[in-house]
């Protein structure tokens, strides 16, 4: 059922087909799998192990390539934890669409101190409720010196910073 579930999710992109690669890559590689229990990783070729060793610092997670070179998934062993990094990336353009993310069909909610900005450090923290119970949070980390964005998404049962982001709507 996984499976199939993941081919699925694959053909049917809610972004639309000129949204910003980082944004594109969280809404279907991490926000998508992680709202509807597919694997993370699938249909991503692996990394080399000595890249994995190299980026992941010891983590128990896979490294995973996208079809842009710019882009990389980690998948954490838990299967409720995804990342997205990315170099090289458009700030500005990615900061506009992430307002596309979606969780069953819902916008995700960015907190009140959500700022992404090419000029500086900056970050968000994104969330959703699902329908089953629990939550789908984003947290953004924006280095525009190092032309780097980061983007960890989990699944989490309870979380008191999205029950807060999310009463503020």
């Not at 990094?85 to 009140?112: H, K, N, P």
Request: charged content about 20%; aromatic content about 6%.
């Amino acid at each position: 059922m996984r499976f199939l579930t993941g081919i699925v999710a694959s053909i049917v992109l809610p972004l639309s087909a000129a949204a910003d690669p980082v944004t594109q890559a969280v809404q279907s590689y991490c926000i998508t799998p992680l709202a509807n229990d597919i694997a993370l990783g699938f249909g991503l070729e692996r990394a080399p192990k000595e890249m994995e060793g190299k980026l992941l610092n010891g983590k128990v997670a896979k490294l995973y390539r996208t079809d842009d070179s710019r882009v990389l998934v980690v998948a954490h062993e838990s299967g409720q934890t995804c990342e997205i990094m990315a170099l090289g990336t458009d700030i500005v353009e990615f900061a506009v669409a992430t307002s596309e993310w979606r969780v069953d069909g819902v916008q995700m909610t960015a907190s009140a101190s959500t700022n992404i900005n090419p000029e500086g450090q900056s970050g968000g923290y994104f969330a959703a409720a699902l329908e089953a119970g629990g939550y789908v949070q984003s947290f953004v980390t924006v280095l525009p010196e190092r032309h780097f964005i980061g983007v960890t998404t989990s699944r989490v049962d309870d979380s008191a910073q999205a029950r807060e982001v999310l009463q503020d709507q």
